[in-house]
Structure formats: structure tokens, C-alpha cells
């Protein structure tokens, strides 16, 4: 504990949760011991540290780059900036990126990187300076490249982070044509994608609007179904949580509950989570917004406050077996990473739970990094050639069914039948879609695998048979 708050440190053994579940998942597959230690094991841990200069002197930073498999090239995973960040939680990071891509069909393995700093520390120009040297580092390593191992943001990182590794590795690699392909998460003026910043947490709200709409399983968990109306508290404010809280609402949720760093704040009529941001940004605090009805100065206790889903979207380890007996959500959908401890888990499940498991519900960042790759490898906008051609054969066909029946369409009705796709539709729509495809698919399992018991059980059954597919085609070599 520190702060007052649930942090994780060097004693949390992340990396031994993730393979004490993928163990337990394992018993359900039918692959040979040798296969699942292949598929388990981290198979690049690239450890380094490197100096910048502070002040007068000079300051040392430890930094990680894992690659957990390389059954799909290239590797995929964000860079966490954070003071805690440790190999420990590296590896787990990156090992959960490997299930989380086979979970939603994404052609990538699974990697992770840590920078040792906490930013608030740093001007900018440091930042810049750190950020760089560690991508010069990878680069002298082979540990970056398009078709090698591609950084996305995680906690502490984003966009502009993204840019200085893009120029960076661009300038390192002179001529190199998918260049730009070797980073995701750009801003799209650097040829990043429409829809990227905002993914992951569309991703968790579309999860959990699936979730809801199951009428049997809302029934076991006492749950009306639909997402109107679910009373949600969501835990972090940034890239991941602000999102979900914001399309949460968009879906018919209301916010109750909202908890950062220095405290959570309570209404069970609902927050303007957009105000709530903007309150926070003028006073450096979620405390003090008018909105609320109720404060607490131990964030932790707003987790267990009264509603029906629980978002952490903060950090790992926030779920413990110290506070999950006490939270009162029927459902938890994991925004962050490793937010519940297996512990935890038992004991939520015990009580009637559900957990949508987190290689799932925040799947929706590295599948439009996908697309945002592959919009760098081609070198056009997703939308660009054929967005005309579609409005002009809509066109043809509304004006011939107006023809044909008489009826003639307002010019509202008409323009949206005959509008093209943008980029933001295009990646919204496939991200809606690989969200949904895949949890039926982890339902699927869940229900009909004879003592499958959670849903990240049922998540892991399925990566591992997928992972396991690539590897027996692969063959090994020699
Ligand atoms: P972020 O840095 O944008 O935001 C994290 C927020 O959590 C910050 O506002 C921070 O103040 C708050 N926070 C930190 N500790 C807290 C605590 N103990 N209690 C309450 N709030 C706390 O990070 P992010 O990108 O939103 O990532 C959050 C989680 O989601 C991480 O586990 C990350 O690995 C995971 N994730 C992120 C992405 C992505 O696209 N950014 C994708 C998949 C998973």
C-alpha cells in the first residue's frame, strides 16, 4: 500500500498469475507439456538500462522490452512509463498481449515494454530524450520494426510518446518504406487512424453491452437485461477509463461511481463524466466536483460502493483478496490489465459474479493498432479509393427505387443511404464486430466446455488451441 491506495509492486508476481490461469485453462486443452511451456514461456526478456542527462548530471534508467511468443510476426505490445514498472510485470503484460490477440484474431505475438520513470518527473525535453534513447536501444537490439516488434501506448504513454519513436526509428532506418508501420498509436497526423486514442475504451463499453444483452445469463446474475440504465463505477480516468465511461454513457449507463489516484467521488444519479474530467484537469483533483454526492479520500472504497458493473481501468491488482468479498457489482470488466487476483476471482465468483476477462474487454487497442499497421503497410486511408464509387452506386439505386415505386426519400433519409464509409466508421464498425464475434466465441466455450467456470478460463481455453495451431504449423526449427 501506498498513497492509500492498491499499487503494484515488486512482490506481486503478476507473471505467476497469469501462468497460475493459464495452467488451470491448460486442463481443458489436449497439447502436449512441451507445447504448453512453449506457449506459457517468454521467450525474448530484454533487460537494459541507459543514461539521460538531468541537470547538471546524469541520471540512469532501467527499461524492458519482452516479446512473450513469436508464433505470429511481428509482436505487439505498449510501453508502460511508470516508477513501478518491473520485469515481473513486463512479462506478464506482454504474455497477456499474446492471448489477448489470438482472442480477438489479431496476427500478432505477444510483447510488452517498461520505462522505470515516473513522467510527472520529467520536462519534456527529458521525456523526449528518454523516449528516444530507448527506441535507439531496441533498434540496436533487433527489438523494433513492422515486421519485428511494434510499441503501441500503454499506462503513462500515448500519442505524443508514439511520435517520438516513430521519427526516431524512422530517422535510424533511412529509405525504409513501412517505416511508420514499426509504432502504433500515432497521431493521425503522422498517420496514425481515426478511432485509435478512443479504441480500447470503446472496446470495454462494446463488451459490456454484449455481455448485458445475454438474457440468460443476467437472469442467474439477478441483472435486468440491456445497458440501459446499469448503474457503473469506473476506476481510472485516463485513455482506457474515460472512454469506456463516456461510450457507456453514449449506450444508456449511468455513472455512479468514479475513482483516481487521490480519491473517488459518488452519485447514484449519475456523473457528467465529461465535467468530471474537466474538473479534474482545472484542479488536479476528481475531489471537489459538485456533481457528487458522496467523497472518499481512500479511492479504494469507492470500488465498493453500491452498483452493477465495476470497470477497473487503472492497474493491476486493484481486486483483491482483501476488498472483493466487499464489492458490491454483480459484474467486473476488466479495463486494465490483471486488475483481479485469481483470489479475487474465486471469491467473486463464489459470491455470483462475473468477470469479463481483461485479454478480452481491452482487446479493442491492439485491434485497431491492427488496422492502424495495415493502413501503414498499404499507405492509404482506409475508406480513400473506394468511398465514391459506393456513394455513386447508392445513388443509382436510390434514385431507381424513387423511380421505380414513386415514393420519393427526404433528403435526410436519402444522404444517409448513399454516404460512404469513412476511416472512423470503417474502424469502428470492424472494431464493434471483432468485439462481438469474440464473446460469443468465449461464451461459447464457457457454456458448453464441461466445468469451464469463468469466462477467462474459457478465453485462455481458446488462445492457447489457437497459439497451439500456429506453432504445430510452424514446426520447429531445426
Ligand atoms: P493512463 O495512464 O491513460 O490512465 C490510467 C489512469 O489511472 C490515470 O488517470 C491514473 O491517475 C489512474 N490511476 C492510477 N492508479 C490508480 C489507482 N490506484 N486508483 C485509481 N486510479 C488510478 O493509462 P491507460 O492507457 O488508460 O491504461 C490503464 C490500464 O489499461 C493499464 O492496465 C493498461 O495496461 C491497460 N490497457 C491500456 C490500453 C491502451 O490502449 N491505452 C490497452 C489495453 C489495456
Known sequence: MANNILIADEDTHFFGDVCKNFDYAAQFTKHDAGLLDQIKSCNSVYRFRFPIRKGNGFEVIDAWRVEHSHHQSPTKGGIRYSEMVNEDEVMALAALMTYKCAIVNVPFGGAKGGIKINPKNYTVTELENITRRY?????KKN?????????????????????????????MNPGQLDALGAVTGKPIA???????????????AIAIRECVDVAEDMQKLGLTTGI???????????NVGFYTAKFLTEFGATIVGLCEFEGAIYNEDGLDVDAVFQHRKATGSILGYAGAKQEFKISAEGLEQP???????????????????????????????????????????AKGGLIIPDMYANAGGVTVSYFEWLKNLSHVAF??????????????????????????????????????????????????????????????????????????????????NKIAVSYQNLGVWP
Not at 527506441?135 to 533498434?139: A, C, G, R, W, Y
Not at 523494433?144 to 500515448?158: E, H, M
Not at 483478496?321 to 464489492?327: E, P, Q, V
Open 307 to 349: 452498483c452493477d458493473i465495476l470497470v477497473p481501468a487503472a492497474l493491476e491488482n486493484q481486486i483483491t483478496g482483501d476488498n472483493a468479498g466487499r464489492i458490491q457489482a454483480k459484474i467486473i470488466a476488466e479495463g486494465a490489465n490483471g486488475p483481479t487476483t485469481p483470489e479475487a476471482e474465486a471469491i467473486f465468483y
Open 190 to 204: 503522422l498517420h496514425g487512424i481515426a478511432g485509435r486514442r478512443e479504441a480500447t475504451g470503446r472496446g470495454v
Open 135 to 139: 527506441t535507439v536501444e531496441l533498434i
Open 143 to 171: 527489438f523494433i520494426g513492422p515486421s519485428i516488434d511494434v510499441p503501441a501506448p500503454d499506462y503513462g504513454s500515448g500519442e505524443r510518446e508514439m511520435s517520438w519513436i516513430a521519427d526516431t526509428y524512422a530517422t
Open 228 to 238: 440501459n440504465g446499469k448503474r457503473v463505477i469506473v476506476q481510472g480516468l485516463g
Open 383 to 464: 475508406g480513400r479509393i473506394n468511398r465514391r464509387f459506393e456513394e455513386n452506386t447508392n445513388l443509382n439505386l436510390v434514385n431507381m427505387v424513387e423511380g421505380i415505386t414513386g415514393v420519393a426519400l427526404t433528403p435526410l433519409q436519402r444522404s444517409s443511404i448513399i454516404k460512404g464509409a469513412s476511416e472512423l466508421e470503417l474502424v469502428n464498425s470492424g472494431l464493434e464486430d471483432t468485439m462481438i464475434r469474440s464473446y460469443h466465441e468465449i461464451r461459447e466455450t464457457f457454456k458448453n466446455v464441461d466445468k469451464i467456470d469463468t469466462l477467462r478460463t474459457a478465453a485462455f481455453v481458446g488462445a492457447i
